[in-house]
């Protein structure tokens, strides 16, 4: 019997969080494409690990915030099907791009705010309705949010408003594309090690240690404590997950 190898498109794949997505994504023996902005040599290198993993992989530009170059994307993914997949569609989308500016309700810039509406929330909207152009039935979408939509940390407001709007947005893609048995999950990650916002959690000890002592498991996330729970998303054991949100946080401010 010859079983089709799956595919997942990993947004912001090039560093952080998305890489080790598209890496244990890989490990679940599914190809993967992602994307980066601006860091080419770091997603070339995260396409080496994935085929040295057996895998096929392929790592393709793209600005989230600029929908007006999402056709254009799509004719670059469609390319890289044919040539590097033989095939031309994929399976699961992984909306995981984006940035977070830190700054008070009170002090919040109109700029700040649409750039962060563009990134997490208008980007990953019709990227996602573009993407179900090239999409199999019976794959999945998992949008990625932040346990900063279920509590509150003051400096947030916006970068958290645009979070819960996708944990909406994920409600109504489950509910309208299960005729597709296409199903659609969050992962909202706690406070992760990365460059996120400036590397803060990671770089800043004061802050790693607060935010540990606000953890059930008394320390902040690493990159491994997600990848894993996407990658599994993405397998038929999950397939009747739908809807949901998957908190990753070792159960911050329980
Ligand atoms: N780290 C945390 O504590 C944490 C917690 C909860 C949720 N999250 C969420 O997890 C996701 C990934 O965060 P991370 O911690 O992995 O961040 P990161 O280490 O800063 O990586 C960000 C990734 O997004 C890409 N990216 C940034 N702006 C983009 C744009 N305009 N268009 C397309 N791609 C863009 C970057 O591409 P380049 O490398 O090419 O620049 C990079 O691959 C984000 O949605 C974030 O909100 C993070």
């Not at 044919?82 to 700029?111: C, P, R, W, Y």
Request: contains cysteine.
């Amino acid at each position: 019997m010859v079983v089709n190898t799956k595919i997942a498109l990993v947004t912001g794949g090039s560093r952080g969080l998305g890489k080790n997505m598209a890496i244990a994504i890989a490990k679940k023996g599914i190809d993967v494409i992602i994307t980066y902005n601006s860091k080419k040599e770091e997603a070339d290198s995260v396409v080496k690990e994935i085929e040295n993993l057996g895998q096929k992989a392929s790592a393709i530009q793209l600005n989230v915030a600029d929908s007006k170059t999402f056709d254009g994307f799509f004719e670059s993914v469609s390319s890289a099907l044919q040539n590097t997949f033989s095939t031309d569609k994929f399976d699961f989308l992984v909306n995981n791009a984006g940035i977070g500016i830190h700054n008070s309700f009170i002090g919040t810039t109109e700029a700040e705010f649409d750039q962060l509406t563009n990134i997490q929330f208008k980007g990953p909207f019709f990227l996602t309705q573009k993407a179900l152009n090239v999409m199999n039935n019976g794959g999945g979408i998992i949008n990625i949010s932040t346990g900063l939509a279920r509590f509150s940390s003051p400096g947030y407001a916006a970068y958290a408003s645009m979070k819960g709007a996708i944990e909406t947005l994920t409600k109504y893609q489950a509910k309208e594309l299960g005729e597709r048995q296409i199903r659609a999950n969050v992962v909202a990650p706690g406070a992760i090690e990365t460059d996120f916002g400036g590397g803060v959690v990671r770089d800043n000890e004061q802050l790693n240690k607060t935010l540990a002592s606000i953890t059930a498991l008394g320390r902040v996330g690493l990159p491994d404590d997600i990848g894993g729970v996407v990658a599994f998303l993405c397998t038929e054991d999950a397939r009747w997950v739908n809807a949901q949100r998957i908190e990753v946080s070792g159960g911050m401010n329980l």
